[in-house]
């Protein structure tokens, strides 16, 4: 039925704070921008970001971009210099680096994949784990 994620929008309190963060900051690639929002790309990922009342989850629901391991660190000091809030500590497979934007949205740095995930949790399985292919 489905064959993709076609985008993901955003909430955010304030458009310049955010659209610099998410393209000064992360590197993400600018395609429009008006009064109420903007048209990013995160290499295939279409954002948007859109002027609203942003109130993030509680819960583990975040967004995590894809980085290379030979970058991976550096992306990490630059965040960090950036004085980004870190939300959780990586205990996964595989280098992450989880922290908010500006409005509380869950984001992680990842260099993984879903396979080396699959691969990692074959040798120790999460408890009821189902492998289908």
């Keep these: 039925m489905i064959n993709g994620i076609n985008h993901i929008t955003l909430a955010v309190n304030d458009l310049d704070r955010s659209f610099q ?11 429009a921008k008006w009064q109420g929002g903007a048209y990013l790309t995160a290499g295939e990922l279409w954002l948007c970001l859109s002027v609203d009342s942003a109130k993030p989850t509680e819960d583990y629901s975040h967004l995590a971009f894809t980085v290379s391991e030979a970058e991976f660190k550096q992306h990490v000091q630059v965040l960090q210099e950036a004085g980004v809030e870190q939300w959780k500590r990586n205990t996964s497979a595989g280098d992450s680096f989880y922290f908010l934007d500006p409005d509380g949205h869950k984001l992680e740095l990842h260099t993984g994949n879903l396979f080396s995930r699959l691969s990692s949790v074959d040798g120790d399985p999460y408890a009821g784990w189902q492998r289908f292919k």
Excluded: D
């Design 21 to 31: 963060f998410y393209v000064g900051l992360l590197g993400c690639t600018a395609y």
